[in-house]
């Protein structure tokens, strides 16, 4: 069995009235933090969740701005109870 460790972000969230500019400039200057410790860790990626359409938008900038690129996917859930 290959066991390979991925660093989950599970909760992403936002500053309220932080305008879309500033919300991607600390990620560009947070990423490199994210990932040096994941490697560092031995993950082989970076797995991020959240509830808000906008981190989207987000990944999209980033990658742009570091040339990383990013898969962007969805995730749904349905809840049993």
């Given at each position: 069995?290959?066991?390979?460790?991925?660093?989950?972000?599970?909760?992403?969230?936002?500053?309220k009235?932080?305008d879309?500019?500033?919300?991607l400039?600390?990620?560009?200057?947070?990423?490199p933090?994210?990932?040096?410790?994941?490697?560092?860790?031995d993950?082989?990626?970076i797995?991020?969740?959240?509830?808000?359409?906008?981190?989207t938008?987000i990944?999209?900038?980033?990658?742009?701005?570091?040339?990383?690129?990013?898969?962007?996917?969805?995730?749904?859930?349905?809840?049993?109870?």
């Open positions: 069995m290959d066991n390979k460790k991925t660093l989950l972000l599970f909760s992403l969230t936002r500053t009235d932080v879309n500019s500033t919300i400039q600390r990620w560009i200057d947070g990423y933090v994210m990932e040096n410790f994941a490697k560092a860790n993950c082989v990626g797995t991020a969740y959240t509830d808000l359409p906008y981190f938008k990944a999209k900038g980033l990658t742009k701005s570091t040339k990383i690129k990013i898969i962007t996917r969805y995730q749904y859930y349905v809840p049993l109870n």
